[in-house]
């Protein structure tokens, strides 16, 4: 039934922006018909340049993405883990989480080139944030009561690490790379549509400058559906890894 309602509501909307399109109060540049948005985005995955383009945005925010994880799940559960650390790194990232990271991008270009390594290096940071604080309170939630049973059991600060902490701190830290995840491809859309002359972002601002509103809506759908299929991949990693924890019913 759920995916009944969702095939419905999404139907709905395709119907109404189609009434839309053919109904002639608005110009073609606002709603251009399904039609022609589905004929640009079959051009657009059949070409080979699409394809690249798609390769250039994905290369960039995975491999943001993925240093952020490494970095940031290392630095979470040792700020969880250590009373230093914590009162080191704790006024760090919370003081400057709120800094909007694109405004640094000029910098960034400056630094590391108008290239790929300016975006993979503001991707990075801007995913290290949530990682981090995400990943931090989940290692600090970890029960003490279980903590003391494995060592009263015998067990060694790296053994009780491994089977207590690490596991009980693992939902925690997929719960971060999901909120991260989007944010690299956002990330990486607005980078390649300011300064950049490949990927998707570029299509999609060269669309529009170019008035061909219904190739740009082509090329969002592309992007919407990436973002999909990366955020539905990291959800079954997530159910195979964290095999102990299912969402079985919802609560309201």
């Known amino acids: 039934m759920s ?15 189609e009434i839309a399109a053919r109904s002639g109060w608005w110009s073609p540049l606002l709603f251009p018909s399904l039609a022609s948005i589905a004929n640009e985005f079959v051009g657009l995955v059949a070409g080979a340049g699409g394809l690249h383009e798609a390769w250039v945005s994905l290369y960039r925010a995975l491999g943001g993405f993925a240093l952020a994880a490494v970095v940031g799940v290392f630095i979470g559960i040792l700020m969880g883990r250590s009373e230093l650390a914590a009162a080191l790194l704790d006024p760090v990232f919370s003081g400057t989480y709120a800094v909007p990271k694109l405004a640094l991008f000029p910098i960034f270009i400056f630094v590391f080139g108008i290239g790929s390594l300016s975006k993979i290096a503001l991707v990075f940071l801007e995913c290290l944030y949530p990682i981090v604080i995400i990943t931090y309170q989940g290692a600090r939630s970890v029960s003490p009561v279980l903590i003391w049973s494995a060592q009263n059991m015998g067990a060694s600060r790296v053994r009780t690490f491994g089977r207590v902490v690490l596991p009980a701190t693992v939902p925690f830290i997929f719960a971060g790379l999901r909120v991260a995840l989007p944010v690299a491809m956002i990330v990486v859309i607005i980078t390649e549509m300011i300064s950049s002359a490949d990927g998707l972002g570029y299509r999609v601002i060269y669309s529009l400058a170019s008035l061909q509103t219904d190739r740009m809506l082509a090329v969002v759908f592309a992007i919407a559906l990436l973002g999909y299929a990366l955020d539905r991949l990291l959800i079954v990693l997530r ?9 079985e019913t919802f609560y309201v």
């Open 239 to 247: 159910d195979r890894l964290v095999y102990w924890e299912k969402l």
């Open 3 to 17: 995916w009944l309602r969702s095939i419905v509501l999404f139907g709905s909307a395709l119907l109404a922006w």
